[in-house]
């Protein structure tokens, strides 16, 4: 007969293993949970032929699991094999998340949105970029770009957050000629070359609207004012060389000797001032003949046109009045 002193013993010892199989379990459990304080946006580069237990350092390193040994053991209980890359984590995941996303190669959304805005100049992108690619190196982007004013797309982009200088001229260059391809023909057989079409453009993305018709019937004031002889006096170069406005200009800027003073030089200035939209280039290719040479925006924002200089002063008197 089992004495009670065995049974006691029997108790105790089922008692004392479930509870060290509690304890061990919930150690797997807290050990496999997200971690607390995971950083809001963290990439993590696998180097190919890297070893589980290296990457295992690296990711409790970086606070994406709470534990390496319950990772080793997870990976190599399910024959898991890592696959190599950089890894974007942006939000808590468990161990198996881990794992699942480095067994499959998830890397994550590891790309970049970076809108560069129409009208932008090379600077404007390139301090926009420095900011958001920690490889971006805006100095070699100025130089890799530096006879290409108004020759990089503007557009939304996706980069890689180790993407260049180079990386990201190439990128604004292929969009450029992805847009203008199917304007070629049109091009060619204007009586314009494709620089002076970007250049008169981008100014046409500065001194008009966004609405279409605008753009198109600016362009042909533009155009003809050039054909004819007339000096272009346009105001928006100057934002691009000296950053002022119409309203800041005094008369020493617009006697200026700037290649780029419309009103002191004939033709178009030597670059374009900015990267134009799409809709500005087709504007300035096709533009809209009309009988106007003068055109301003009036205090409420609308473009009013005048066939003579006559015309233009009183639209100035009437809609252009000092606040």
Do not use: C
């Not at 589980?52 to 399910?78: D, M, P, W, Y």
Request: hydrophobic share 40%; glycine share 6%; aromatic share 10%.
């Amino acid at each position: 007969m089992i004495s009670r002193t065995y049974i006691r013993l029997g108790v105790i010892g089922i008692i004392v293993s479930a509870i060290a199989f509690l304890a061990m379990a919930l150690f797997v459990v807290r050990s496999s949970a997200p971690p607390r304080n995971v950083p809001e946006d963290i990439f993590i580069d696998i180097a190919q032929g890297q070893g589980v237990r290296a990457t295992a350092r690296t990711l409790k390193e970086q606070n994406i699991i709470r534990s390496e040994k319950i990772f080793l053991i997870r990976v190599h209980l399910g024959e898991k094999i890592i696959q190599a890359g950089r890894y974007r984590f942006d939000e808590p995941l468990s161990v198996a998340q881990v794992i699942e996303r480095l067994h499959l190669g998830d890397l994550g959304d590891v790309y970049t949105r970076i809108r560069m805005p129409e009208g932008g100049t090379r600077k404007d992108f390139a301090e926009r970029v420095s900011t958001l690619l920690p490889e971006f190196d805006a100095q070699e982007f100025m130089r890799e770009t530096a006879t290409e004013e108004g020759f990089l797309f503007p557009d939304t982009y996706f980069f890689l957050p180790d993407a260049t200088a180079r990386d990201v001229a190439q990128a604004l260059r292929r969009r450029f000629e992805e847009k203008i391809a199917p304007l070629q023909t049109d091009i060619q057989a204007s009586r314009r070359t494709l620089s002076d079409i970007i250049i008169m453009a981008s100014i046409i993305e500065k001194e008009a609207t966004n609405d279409y018709t605008e753009q198109r019937t600016i362009a042909g004031i533009l155009w003809k004012r050039l054909d004819t002889g007339m000096l272009l006096q346009v105001d928006a170069p100057f934002m691009y060389t000296i950053g002022k406005g119409s309203a800041q200009l005094t008369r020493a800027d617009l006697a200026s000797d700037s290649p780029y003073n419309t009103y002191r030089l004939r033709g178009l200035p030597p670059t374009a001032i900015g990267s134009p939209s799409l809709s500005a280039i087709r504007a300035a290719l096709y533009p809209l003949d009309s009988p106007y040479f003068f055109y301003l925006h009036g205090n409420d924002g609308i473009v009013r046109y005048g066939r003579n200089f006559e015309e233009h002063i009183r639209n100035r008197q009437r809609h252009l009045r000092l606040r």
